[in-house]
């Protein structure tokens, strides 16, 4: 199985940045897309960000594209969101997640709090 570990949440004002990293181990071999959703209260979990290993093609919710990057390092099974210029409406847990081609089909990090306030 895959296991996810997420860290670089915290507490932001408007405006600022934050990077997020998640190592994956375990079954790496099986993955063959990661990302990043978020959750914040009371709200579903949406996606934010998602790159498909092979052909490196990333997509972006609209509410973050041309703010928050997603990068990954094969060599060190890391993937990184740098978020910037960060609004109040992006505080929420946000979960590092994995598709997997054996079972099970998604694995997910245990969560880190983003939090954008003044």
């Known amino acids: 199985q895959v296991q996810l570990l997420e860290s670089g949440g915290g507490l932001v004002q408007p405006g600022g940045s934050l990077t997020l990293s998640c190592i994956a181990s375990g079954s790496i071999s099986s993955i063959y897309a990661m990302g990043w959703y978020r959750q914040a209260p009371g709200k579903q979990r949406e996606s934010v960000a998602h790159i498909m290993i092979g052909s490196n093609d990333i997509n972006y919710a609209d509410s973050v594209k041309g703010r928050f990057t997603l990068s990954r390092d094969n060599a060190k099974n890391t993937n990184t969101l740098q978020m910037n210029k960060l609004k109040p409406e992006d505080t929420a847990v946000y979960y590092c997640?994995?598709?997997?081609?054996?079972?099970?089909?998604?694995?997910w990090g245990q969560g880190t709090q983003v939090t954008v306030s003044s």
């Open positions: 997640q994995a598709d997997n081609r054996d079972l099970p089909p998604r694995s």
